[in-house]
């Protein structure tokens, strides 16, 4: 990896690549909240939108800018679609805890790539 990246954690780059929205709404019927822990006292927050038991379930990273919660309406677009769905949120996103930084987005997906995609 890049130590290049680093360089570009600085708060004058950072403000004008990520725009963090804060903020937790309440749970729609069949949606669970749940947080993941990810380093130290980090957690990641992740809504789960239940369709049906033996749906396969679409693991979903929002856009920039954007909470889990901003899902609740199209969740049972995925529901009839025959998907279960969840909505995780980046580091300073929605309810989940930390700071986003570039070096950390480029080391969770470089590390990604080293399994396989998963």
Known sequence: MSP???FLDRHSILRNAFFPRRGLSPCPDRAFDLRIPVDGDVSLHCRFY??????????????????????????????????????????????SSGI??????????????????R
């Open 50 to 95: 239940y369709g049906r038991d033996g749906y396969p379930t679409i693991l979903y990273f929002h856009g920039n800018g954007e909470v889990a919660g901003d899902y609740d309406g199209f969740a049972p677009y995925y529901h009839r679609a025959g998907t279960n769905l969840a909505v995780a949120e980046y580091r300073g996103y929605g309810a």
């Open 100 to 117: 986003p930084t570039i070096w950390l987005e480029y080391h969770a997906a470089a590390l990604r790539s080293k399994r396989g995609g």
């Open 4 to 6: 290049y990246y680093r």
